[in-house]
């Protein structure tokens, strides 16, 4: 028997639930791109944009995804043959990684506990050891969506400022801005990327890539930027149309015109708080039915935790089983568990994801908590009851 029917619910790390507003917002007739509402609106847009990052420095709109604003983010900063230093947690760092062979950059990739995050010491040493600086950038990402790991940035400008290592430092902060505490400005990011469909609640389909007057010199010294990834006209365009290098995404210009108006009103700082808080009763669920089970948490240490995410192990075949139970008995899409495959794992069958990110709330993380017991029961996956109980307790604590 299927009790699917309802309104169905994507709860996966992206992308995320789009708002209601969101999407009324977006449901218009065409706007004149030439002049009128659309252009006008721009200004207060890109300004409400930065005000996310905490950054007074500049921003690119590109009409992408994620890995688009990867791409525009090294063609604004590193030629081919330059060498850049990647830092990897997981999956999103590698990925990133390839999309800098892909261009012809060479790269170096230290690489750290999955579900862990950065050995200083070991970053520091291979900073140290480049004294002739052909790093020109080190590549960090800020909650590795694959691990729900999350990584800190300020010390990685702490050990480039202490060694005057002149390298761009760069976040992907893709999977967890408006989700995270992320400061651009405050914790010396030079470049940092992310997408319309996670944390800023959009449909996908926009990238944004922030850089600061540093990345900006960086991109005074290469000798070729190709015209449609140049962020230097998009960042201070003379015309509307130069703001996107052609037609612009009417639509979803408005819907994250909404999106930005959701998120200024209820205040980052409340926003990282209520992500915070559905995020422990989240983690709460998962220990306790962990603990007469096979189920883990991806990162153990929950300071090192991301509040957009939980990445979990539960063994093969179960975490596809669970997944497919929840969204054909219950109508509620769990994400697939990423960059975990094995030998004895090739498809990732022992992980699954649950995103709770964005437009999220306590109702809707305690009904995918019990979807998720119920699925266990249904399953006769082993774990101790009363997971949704203790996700419960930490909703009545606030
Ligand atoms: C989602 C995500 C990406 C990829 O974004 P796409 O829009 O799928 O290209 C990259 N990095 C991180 C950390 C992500 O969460």
């Known amino acids: 028997m299927s009790l699917a029917n309802g309104r169905t619910y994507l709860a996966i790390p992206g992308p995320s639930v789009v708002p209601d507003a969101v999407l009324r917002s977006m449901h218009r007739a065409s706007p004149n791109i030439y002049d009128g509402e659309l252009p006008d609106m721009m200004p207060d847009l890109v300004r409400d944009l930065k005000r996310v990052a905490r950054t007074d420095g500049h921003v690119a709109i590109y009409i992408c995804n994620g890995h688009g604003t990867w791409e525009a983010a090294f063609a ?3 030629a081919a043959g330059e060498k850049v230093l990647v830092l990897s947690t997981g999956f999103f760092a590698e990925r990133w990684a390839d999309m800098a062979k892909s261009r012809g950059i060479e790269v170096d990739v230290l690489r750290f506990d999955v579900g862990g995050t950065f050995d200083l010491q070991r970053v520091r040493d291979a900073l140290a050891a480049d004294g002739a600086h052909s790093y020109k950038a080190v590549l960090a990402v800020h909650v590795d969506t694959s691990s729900s790991n999350r990584n800190e940035f300020a010390p990685l400008r702490a050990i480039l400022d202490d060694l005057g290592h002149p390298a761009l430092l760069m976040a992907d902060c893709i999977a967890a801005l408006a989700v995270d505490r992320f400061e651009m400005d405050a914790w010396g990011v030079d470049v940092a990327m992310t997408a319309s469909q996670k944390g800023l609640m959009c449909p996908p389909g926009l990238g944004f890539v922030y850089f600061n007057d540093r990345a900006a010199e960086q991109r005074r010294r290469l000798k070729i930027v190709s015209a449609y990834w140049d962020w230097t006209r998009r960042a201070a365009p003379e015309m509307f149309y130069q703001y996107f290098c052609g037609t612009a995404p009417t639509h979803h210009l408005y819907g994250l015109r909404t999106a930005l108006d959701m998120i200024h009103d209820e205040g980052l700082d409340a926003i990282w708080a209520r992500h915070a808080t559905l995020a422990r009763a989240v983690w709460a669920a998962c220990e306790h039915w962990g603990q007469d089970g096979p189920l883990r948490l991806t990162v153990p240490d929950p300071a090192l935790r991301s509040n957009a995410v939980t990445a979990l192990s539960i063994g093969k075949p179960l975490g596809t089983q669970l997944r497919q139970w929840c969204s054909e008995t219950a109508g509620v899409t769990l994400g697939i568990g990423l960059g975990m495959e094995s030998e004895a794992d090739p498809n990732s069958d022992g992980y699954f994801r649950l995103g709770h990110m964005g437009h999220v709330n306590a109702h809707m993380v ?33």
């Open 76 to 78: 604004n900063t590193v």
């Open 366 to 398: 305690l009904g995918v908590l019990g979807v998720v017991e119920a699925g266990f029961g249904a399953l006769d996956i082993a774990h101790r009851p009363g997971g949704v109980a203790a996700a419960a307790r930490v909703i009545s604590g606030v």
